[in-house]
């Protein structure tokens, strides 16, 4: 393709939704007529709360409401690196007279304010885009340029899943005015099973439409070449193993005399030392050899020393990493769904309802949860350096803590979480005691 041609639609661009005739010639998908979402692919837990079945986790009279309640765009706790997912799903984008694009974008750029200091990750789902709603390019073109560097600096990697010719020649048409440093961060995503390497797919926001997708294209493909299932089988855990190993079994695992785990009492002594006045930590993503070469260390039984390495985001993202695959969140299952109905506490009643249900939590994940918590308030303390209040805390360890069981992560369950988070921040004193 020419660079003429991409002059020319650049210029073409500079119109008022003006799309190339050229794209609109190009096949986006045949599967026009998709069902709705079973609402088993948004949660799979009939118990959860009351607004995950509602389909939007803002109020009726919020100004995007009618934006929210399709879920086109949701926020999927963190990636194997620590950084914050947002998802984007085509398929879930009514057709254009039914939905505000402008709107969009606005709610977009709302929701992704409160991740853009940190690192994050976007995830799009690009199968169910068809000609009745699929995106204009001077929205494209308007939604780059409306998200200035603040947007494009901390997104660390964009994945397009199930590409079409339609979405990488849109990528080649938008090439002068995409940034070679913004460029470099597009993925190609061919199947699911592939971003196992980037995320928990079980803990992933993907809807119906696009697993079954999935399904088709991988049974029309040789045997020898169909990429392996989602979510592999758990192999036995190794006689070292820290990493993805139940609390219970890591007592003898070289847990202190309290129950705390070695890799949280490593990275929480050295951070208290060197990172309290870290501006943003917690929000950086680190190396990824480093993190996977710092896990096969404590995997096989070597000793980890991070007052060697020095490296205080290392040792950040390898906190949460480590709370991220405990096979149970700290907060356990049982407690899934008193957190997420604890916004409708009573303010007199919080403290003795919290200690109520941390009551029912196993000895171990009860001082692991005390010790995190006790260190986070240290944390805030220095809010005025490091820039981490009990809100910014909350936004990133509350879906760290606490995921449902066979439930995605939803905007509607991560605003709980984080609201539950900040609250046992708030009030840890009166909770643990001194």
Request: proline share 6%; with cysteine; net charge negative.
């Amino acid at each position: 393709m020419s660079s003429d041609l991409l002059v020319d639609l650049h210029d073409d661009l500079g119109r008022d939704d003006s799309p190339s005739a050229a794209l609109d010639q190009l096949k986006l998908v045949q599967d026009k007529q998709w069902p709705p979402d079973d609402p088993v692919s948004i949660s799979k837990s009939a118990t959860d709360i009351k607004s995950l079945s509602e389909g939007s986790h803002l109020s009726r009279d919020d100004p995007f409401y009618e934006i929210a309640k399709h879920q086109i765009v949701e926020v999927a706790g963190d990636d194997n690196f620590g950084r914050k997912v947002i998802v984007f799903s085509a398929c879930r984008m009514p057709p254009h007279n039914q939905l505000d694009h402008h709107k969009l974008l606005m709610y977009l750029k709302q929701t992704l304010d409160k991740y853009v200091e940190s690192d994050y990750t976007l995830i799009y789902f690009h199968h169910g885009m068809t000609s009745e709603n699929k995106l204009s390019l001077s929205w494209l073109r308007d939604a780059y340029r409306e998200f200035e560097r603040k947007y494009k600096k901390n997104i660390k990697a964009f994945y397009i899943v199930h590409p079409t010719m339609f979405i990488r020649t849109v990528l080649i048409f938008f090439k002068p005015l995409i940034s070679f440093k913004f460029g470099r961060k597009i993925h190609y995503v061919n199947y699911l099973s592939e971003l196992e390497e980037i995320v928990k797919c079980d803990q992933l926001v993907i809807p119906s439409r696009v697993r079954a997708y999935d399904d088709k294209i991988r049974l029309n493909l040789k045997p020898s070449v169909v990429p392996g299932p989602i979510s592999p089988p758990r192999s036995p855990p190794l006689p070292f193993q820290q990493f993805g190993v139940p609390l219970s079994l890591l007592r003898d695992r070289g847990a202190d005399s309290e129950g705390i785990p070695m890799v949280m009492r490593d990275t929480i002594t050295f951070l208290k030392e060197h990172g309290l006045q870290t501006e943003g930590i917690f929000r950086r993503s680190a190396n990824v050899s480093l993190v996977k070469n710092i896990q096969l260390k404590y995997n096989s039984g070597e000793e980890v020393n991070f007052f060697q390495i020095e490296d205080v985001h290392l040792a950040a993202v390898i906190l949460k990493t480590f709370l991220r695959e405990l096979p149970e969140p700290l907060l356990t299952y049982k407690l899934y769904n008193d957190v997420v109905n604890f916004q409708n506490v009573d303010s007199d009643s919080q403290v003795i309802t919290i200690r109520n249900m941390l009551m029912s939590l196993p000895e171990e994940n009860y001082a692991s949860l005390r010790f995190l918590i006790k260190f986070l308030a240290e944390v805030s303390a220095e809010s005025e350096v490091n820039k981490m209040t009990n809100t910014n805390l909350a936004v990133v360890f509350g879906p760290n803590l606490l995921w449902g069981q066979d439930a995605a992560m939803t905007l509607s369950s991560i605003g709980p979480i984080n609201n539950f988070t900040r609250t046992l921040l708030d009030l840890h004193e009166e909770v643990f005691g001194q």
